[in-house]
């Protein structure tokens, strides 16, 4: 019996070393500024693939880790020459190089379209050159990559355009979370999954591994000692980890698969679904549970161990962690999902360890105190439950929004403010001996209340954003302005044309789509600023409207490489498309330094000479 | 009943424990210190018989250094942090002249022409777009990253390395200065 006692506290100290042992190097890299030890090789800093689109047309993926960045300009193609081959990149962002001005970097995961004048050849050589953000670079790297119709990677990059098609939010949420990861600030990950494992475990929830850890530490012995009930409900507790931290390897695991499958149309509006349906069940309009057969299965099942073994608590554990696991499933799948989109098995690991730990903290709690502190149901635990309801709620809006029209993006979230201020008795008058938390909480709701109308009159008023509804009634209507007069064009052909008759006229290309809300406040805000009519004199305008997404129109966005509008491609005298291509929104300012910087017309005599 | 149980019950916590290690293993270098081991005499002897040239033609046989201490710090002009730490070092060469400091750029002679124009330094730039990588990997840059700085004694062993960028104070404390 030793023995096994023995070999299980080796299990458990193991399970609990390894993840704060990994969190705490990180840890301390925070403080110290000695980033000699863990910056990566050049190999795992920058990754890049290569794959043929068809006959003539390859894509390559480059792989930037997190605080790491690719020059734009020393990305090139060593081998097939340059006149056979052509290399077209997307923008970078711009970084301020003190030697040398702007220039364009990636800190991102980018695809470079390879189109060959005739066949493509079998090995495709590239050469790029990058830094990392702790203070190092890299010496120019040249990769031989095999051209092969790989399916895996084919189907990538199609999944990705789409994605990317669908909407033009997704890239800058991809952003986001890609900059939080590389930001490096993994405690603040692993304490937000702390917190919100705590939030659960104040759910429902975890109740019905009360009475299971209960029987445990009781068992048949009436009388336990407070130690060994803390470290009973402490092994309880790791298994439960395990669960869960196997979970959340699994969702590294699956890296961008899961995350790229899950931002289809289609499983957008599923998972806001789900969502919904589980938010409903968390308002108590039913329960979600496994079978009962099951349960009360496991139940026995696990009776039939004495209580007091190490093992089978840890078991019991990791078993109950899947009973409840559809109560928390709402929570479970968004850590899930959020995990997949960073490709990290640790981080999933700890931050899903964390999760856990931090849902076992009341089982610890009642552990520790040999089981006389269990908690008292009472309304205050459905009113948690209720809060996590309207939470997913908002995540559902959350996860669709990218294929919502703003107006009813904003109609939805004024419902989920305003519904949940009046359950708050927000406009309920309060009786005279009301209590300080019954008036903060009355507080509370009008805010609430009071956002949510602002976000009704934004969605009446025609507002862009749920963070600014009412930015249209303070603005002053630039109404008076007349809009820019654009030339449609519609096809490849027609470009070319027009190109060709603009006779040493630089010209000006703009992707429009009436669904693309960057091209409206290009539209409002951009075009009609008096600083950039000024910069467009004399340029011819060309608009190409692919709102209905024909195939002309998607061989037009493929010449520049454009997943979609906003896009903005300037040509000049010789009728050549000229670098950068503006992809996304720009303010007036920087829209302008751009057109400065591509220099279209022939420098002029100053006004005053 | 109990044997049965007790069987599973030791090849699961085998393949956990298995898993756990395995895993451990696998991240091995996040837990253990990646002490750079320090390239030995014995190593670095090619450095010795190498000869650079700066952006002017001029011919620097490394040999003339051996017996001083002897800074290298391989940079290049598309290397940022490079050139960041490169004003510091320079008033360490000439605060110090009885140290030997020496610029190794792994870039083409007009780059570095350019950059000496904008931005003098009192030591040394010489050219090593091609031999520069291998000589830095010989030096114990294993991971081929830049900025990289070699601190080599007088008695000719190789006392500190740096990855990245440096600055006045660790190459001081370095030379005991």
Known sequence: ?609 | MRNVARVVMTVLLMVVLGSGFRWLYLNRHQFMATESALPTAADIAPVWATTLFDHGGKAYPLAQYKGKPLILNFWATWCEPCREEMPEISALASAHPQVAVLGLAIDEAAAVHEFIESTPVSYPLLIAENEGMPLAETLGNHKGVLPYTVVISAQGEVTQIFFGRVNRQMLQSALNL
């Open chain 1, 1 to 609: 019996m030793t023995m096994w006692l023995r070999s299980w506290i080796v299990l458990v100290a193991l399970l609990l070393a390894m993840p704060p042992v990994h969190a705490a190097s990180q840890f301390s890299k925070l403080f110290t500024d000695d980033s000699s030890e863990d910056f990566l090789p050049v190999d795992e800093a920058f990754k890049v693939e290569a794959g043929l689109v068809d006959a003539s047309h390859a894509q390559l993926k480059f792989t930037v880790a997190p605080g790491h960045y690719l020059y734009r300009e020393r990305i090139q193609l060593v081998l097939p020459a340059g006149d056979t081959a052509k290399i077209t990149l997307p923008a970078g962002e711009t970084k301020n190089d003190p030697n040398f001005g702007e220039q364009q970097v990636f800190h991102h995961d980018t695809l470079a379209e390879v189109v060959f004048t005739g066949a493509a050849p079998d090995m495709l050589q590239v050469r790029y050159q990058g830094c990392s953000e702790k203070g190092l670079c890299y010496p120019p790297q040249t990769k031989s990559l095999p051209l092969s119709k790989s399916p895996s990677f084919g189907s990538a990059v199609s999944s990705h355009s789409i994605t990317s098609a669908a909407s033009d939010v997704a890239p800058v949420e991809d952003e986001f979370s890609g900059k939080l990861l590389s930001s490096g600030r993994w405690w603040q990950i692993v304490a937000g999954f702390f917190g919100a494992g705590l939030l659960l475990a104040l759910t429902p929830c975890v109740f019905p591994m009360i009475p299971i850890l209960s029987g445990i530490i009781v068992g048949k012995n009436a009388h336990v000692s407070r130690g060994k009930a803390f470290t009973l409900s402490l092994a309880y507790t790791l298994g439960m980890c395990l669960t869960y931290t196997l979970a959340g390897v699994a969702a590294g695991l699956s890296g961008q698969l899961l995350s790229n499958a899950l931002q289809t149309p289609a499983a957008l509006i599923t998972g806001a679904l789900i969502f919904v349906v589980l938010s409903f069940s968390m308002f108590g309009f039913y329960e979600l549970k496994l079978p009962s057969a099951v349960e009360n299965y496991f139940f026995n099942w696990s009776s039939r161990f004495k209580g007091g073994h190490l093992f089978s608590d840890f078991l019991m554990g990791a078993i109950s962690a899947l009973i409840i696991s559809p109560c928390v499933a709402a929570p479970l799948a968004g850590a899930l999902l959020y995990i997949s989109q960073t490709h990290d098995v640790t981080l999933g690991a700890v931050a899903l360890f964390s999760l856990s730990l931090g849902m076992g903290v009341p089982l610890l709690l009642i552990g520790a105190s040999a089981g006389t502190l269990l908690p008292k149901a009472g309304e205050w635990m459905n009113t948690i439950r209720r809060l996590f309801g309207v939470l997913m709620l908002g995540v559902a809006i959350w996860v669709i929004s990218p294929i919502l029209p703003v107006t009813a993006q904003l109609v939805l979230w004024a419902v989920l403010c305003i519904v949940p201020a009046i359950y708050l008795r927000a406009i309920d008058p309060l009786p005279a001996t009301a209590g300080t938390v019954q008036r903060l909480f009355k507080g509370f709701a009008v805010i609430l209340l009071l956002y949510g109308i602002a976000l009704l009159v934004g969605a009446w008023s025609g507002a862009r954003s749920p963070l600014q509804p009412l930015q249209n009634l303070m603005a002053s209507s630039p109404a008076s302005v007349q809009p820019l007069a654009f030339e449609r064009v519609h096809s490849v052909q027609a470009l070319e044309q027009r190109l060709k008759a603009a006779n040493g006229q630089p010209v000006m290309l703009d992707f429009y789509a009436d669904w693309c809300v960057s091209c409206k406040e290009y539209e409002q805000f951009v075009f009609s600023a008096p600083a950039v009519r000024a910069e467009l004199q004399g340029v011819l305008l060309l608009q190409a409207d692919v709102t209905d997404n024909h195939a002309e129109d998607a061989a037009l966005l493929k010449q520049f490489a454009l997943f979609g509008p906003p896009g903005i491609v300037f040509f000049n005298a010789q009728g050549q498309a000229m670098q950068p291509v503006i992809k996304g929104y720009q303010d007036a300012e920087r829209f302008v330094r751009t057109v400065r910087a591509l220099k279209l017309k022939p420098v002029e005599a100053l006004p005053h000479a």
